[in-house]
Every structure is written in C-alpha cells, then in structure tokens.
C-alpha cells in the first residue's frame, strides 16, 4: 500500500508565501506523475500542479508563474512552492500519486492525502 502525508498548510496573508511537502511512502519500485489538486468549499477537485517522474511539469492557468512544483525521487517527496497568494488561492491542498509499480511486478493507481488546509486572507 502507498500513503501520502501532506504537511505545510497554514494562514497567510495575500502575497504571502507558503511550501507544501508531501511524503509518498510504502514498498514503491517507481513513483510516476505526482501532483497537488485543491478543493475550495462548493467548489470541485482541481489539478494545481503535476510533474512527470523526469520533472516536466504542468500547471493550472490561475497558478502559473507563482506556484513552483518539484519533487526529489530519491526521497519520494514532492514540494509545492506557493508564493504571490492570493484569496482566490484558499482551499485545501491534497496531493496525488497517479500510479505506482510495485514488486510483483504490478501497477497500483490513483493515490490521495489526507489534504491540508491553506487559507489566505487578511
């Protein structure tokens, strides 16, 4: 089985800056693309940030150019810098494992935290 552990979260005010990390843990041979989603209240689950294991990343429109995703493959973390925040940026922050190869060999999918609450206002 795979866990994920978020941590980081916090209050900040608008321009602020805050790191999540996320610790993938478990017998993994390979993670592959991990990635940050958040959820604001009544609002759906929404891709922030992912990055493929060789570090392209992607990005959603409303983050690029103040979120900054990278992972260290040696440690199984994967970091998201969040700076410039706005309020519009409030929400909880989850991190993602899309899939996995474990001994066997086998692909396992889909891996989610617990999430982790960022809010931004004055």
């Known amino acids: 089985q795979v866990q994920l552990v978020e941590s980081g979260g916090g209050v900040v005010q608008p321009g602020g800056s805050l790191r999540l990390s996320c610790a993938a843990s478990?017998?993994?041979?390979?993670?592959?693309?991990m990635g940050w989603y958040r959820q604001a209240p009544g609002k759906q689950r929404e891709l922030v940030a992912s990055?493929?294991?060789?570090?392209?990343?992607k990005y959603a429109d409303p983050v690029k150019g103040r979120f900054t995703l990278s992972r260290d493959n040696a440690k199984n973390m994967v970091y998201l810098q969040m700076d410039s925040l706005k309020p519009e940026d409030t929400a909880v922050y989850y991190c993602?494992?899309?899939?996995?190869?474990?001994?066997?060999?086998?692909?396992?999918?889909?891996?989610w935290g617990q999430g982790t609450q960022v809010t931004v206002s004055s």
């Open positions: 478990g017998s993994m041979l390979t993670i592959y693309t």
């Open positions: 993602n494992v899309d899939r996995v190869l474990m001994a066997g060999p086998r692909f396992e999918y889909d891996f």
């Open positions: 990055i493929a294991p060789g570090g392209v990343t």
